[in-house]
């Protein structure tokens, strides 16, 4: 079993930058895909980015420029350094890790991004 918690969210301006952490505990030999998904009020979930254990990354095309993911192996955490943020990036950030072939997810951590 893994366990997955994010932390990191909270109301900033337009503009400003945020950084999300996300650590998984539990019963962990090695993580493979991790990444942040995020579901913004009347939306659907959807995939901002992911990062593999070698630490390859591909971005949603709204973040492009703008966020950042990167992950601790060694700490079995991912982060999610947001800049530049719109109001239109409010949402719940979720993170997800896959271990060693099922996804687990955390619980939420939100974002507001409002003057």
């Known amino acids: 079993q893994v366990y997955l918690m994010e932390s990191g969210g909270g109301l900033v301006q337009p503009g400003r930058s945020l950084r999300l952490s996300c650590a998984a505990a539990g019963t962990i030999t090695s993580i493979h895909a991790m990444g942040w998904y995020r579901q913004a009020p009347g939306k659907q979930r959807e995939l901002v980015a992911p990062i593999s254990h070698e630490g390859n990354t591909n971005y949603a095309d709204y973040v492009k420029g703008r966020f950042t993911i990167s992950r601790d192996n060694a700490k079995n955490t991912v982060y999610l350094q947001m800049s530049t943020l719109r109001p239109e990036d409010t949402a719940v950030y979720y993170c997800?890790?896959?271990?060693?072939?099922?996804?687990?997810w955390g619980k939420g951590t939100l974002v507001t991004v409002s003057s």
């Open positions: 997800y890790a896959q271990h060693p072939v099922q996804f687990y």
